[in-house]
């Protein structure tokens, strides 16, 4: 009999019988397979933080399994013929806890599973079998560190969040106008200028990065990283005038804002910059994605410039739209030789773009789910982060907890068929503008990161708001814990109007600029 288990997300899959527990002893054992060491010890510290027992792990070898019965064994076994690389299932009963998966995220999965499934005050388990696979993949949470820096150990506790939360997508907007903090050796200047001079001050070294990344990919998350071009790259120019259109100088902004300096297409130190930067992030960042921005560009500087207008009849273009396009698919055919995909928000998308850019989706402007669908049957990939579900730095009265665990990723364009199979997953953003520590971060993301979380795992029909809500009710503390919460999961924001308002006037300067493409023919 299928129960609803008070689990965020909700499995997909589960027969339990709550009235037969599982209890454990200091006595009990976790036996493992090779591969599964850290998804042990994960659930390992979980029990001597919670219930004080500090228990063995041992490799799985013919031990007399009967004589633990009695104090209960929990049992990592590998199964190469379960379907998802990411599925899991545990099984309870009769005093051993199996653990199966494919893969070692499949079975530090379980682990979280079985971490939700204790909260209570002694360290027993209901008698279950779940069996459970995510509903898509890409269950992405994208952080800026731009417009005001994040230190590392905040990345730490953000990283531990989306395992908790089954999240596998680690989206790192790296660079914006108002800050650069990636080190970049050829090009010191960008974190000396860019980044310790902004007024949010501080950058990540070239270790530290290797060190994200690491701790991303230990907890099932690829680490993507977000350089901005060539828009939102103000703290770039202030470091290197030369490669702008206008020459500068540039000042690094505390404001947010929607600016019109541009990377200076028509020069080719910039492309050559370009190219050393994707070059610089192949080696540091393994995953196969690069994100490259793209996203609110007015191309007033590029109407100015000579440079650029000289490399528009080069090369035949014959707008400024034309000339993104344009550098945005010689950067893709770069990385492509280099084994790996660009990613551009929506308003970098057209006809010309190379196929191979994922689009995200984040801006619903006119027409732009129908242009999203007609790209989607040419073969564009999509990450749907839509601005009214998934946008977790407005407030609530902008994107309630509602739309955020309504929201589905769909491509739906009137009453055309939705395109599926284009669709990669869900994402949900955290802008940093009005976000500096971990309490205004915190107010932001609970509890609708946990509503993002479960759209991206849990089948549509396995999911119920009213339901969930009473799970955030039943979960709350042991999150507050888990993940340190500072203060209230449940905060309301007294300025969201303001705020709004504010979001809106930028939406509609940037629509001007950059949306319409006819209006400079
Ligand atoms: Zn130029």
Known sequence: ??????????VNGNIADERTRFALSSDSLIQIEPGFEFAAEDLLRFLERHYNLRLTISSHTALPIFEHTQAGIINFCHDSGMVHPEGYQI???????????????GALYAVQTIKQLFHSAVPELPAVKVYDEPL????????????????VGEIERILDMMLYLKMNKFHWHLTDDQGWRMEINDYPLLSQVGGLSAPSPGFYTTEELHYIVSYAEKRGITVIPEVDLPG???????????????????????????????????????LSFSKRLIDYICDI????????GGDEIPTRRWKECPKC???????HLSNSRELHTWFANRLQEYAAAKGKNLITWNDGIDEKLSRDIICQFWFPYHNAYEKAVAESKRGRKFIMSDYFSTYLDLSQAVVPLKATYAYTGHLHAGKEA???HAILGIEAPLWSEHISDRRSRDKQLFPRILAVAESCWTDAEAKNLHDFIKRVDHLKGFFQTEFSID??????DPFVLIRFLKKAIRIISMLRQAVSPNREK
């Not at 309870?92 to 998966?101: E, F, L, R, S, Y």
């Not at 949470?141 to 994040?150: I, N, T």
């Open 487 to 492: 203060g209230n999961m449940y905060r309301r």
């Open 418 to 420: 939705a395109q599926e």
């Open 1 to 10: 009999m299928k129960h609803s288990l008070s689990l965020i997300p909700q």
């Open 309 to 315: 207008q000289e490399r528009m009849k080069e090369e």
């Open 285 to 292: 960042f393994p995953g196969p994605w690069i994100h490259i």
């Open 136 to 151: 898509y993949r890409w269950r992405g949470f994208m952080l800026d560190s731009a417009r005001h820096f994040c230190p």
């Open 232 to 270: 939102h790259c103000l703290s770039l120019l202030a470091a290197y005038p030369e490669l702008g259109c206008s020459g500068g100088p540039y000042v690094i902004p505390s404001e947010p804002g929607i600016f019109y300096e541009l990377l200076c297409l028509g020069n080719d130190d910039a």
């Open 91 to 105: 099984t309870i009963a009769n005093g051993i806890c199996d653990i199966t998966a494919q893969t070692a995220t």
